[in-house]
């Protein structure tokens, strides 16, 4: 009788999860634009549909931005780690990070900024 119980519970995570998984992947919505912040402020806004390359530099280092296909990637950059690197292209959040070089790439779906926060 145990068994059964472990069972159903375990069963009724799994399509928790599931359910979890699927809204947050297959209902994100592509964003058109990415908004560069640096160190808090926002430096720049890139429109995803044109290709092309740029470099943002802050006082900690710099990074390598790389805008193909309607996605972005940070495909260089002068931190250690490199995480931000890793992340690979992307269009849709979250947002790409990179900690050392106090760098946020994050994601809207208009060019325009709705407000920000210090």
Known sequence: ???????????????????????????????????????GVLTQTVDLSRDGEYR????????????????????AASCPDGDCVRCGPRNTNPPIVCLPNRVSIRFSESGEMDGAVR
């Open 1 to 39: 009788m145990k068994t059964k119980h472990w069972a159903l519970l375990l069963g009724a995570v799994f399509l928790l999860l599931a359910g979890i998984v699927s809204w947050q992947y297959l209902g994100a919505k592509t964003a058109s634009h990415a908004e560069i912040w640096v160190d």
């Open 56 to 75: 943002i530099e802050s006082a900690q280092g710099w990074n390598q931005l790389t805008v193909s296909g309607g996605k972005l990637a940070v495909t």
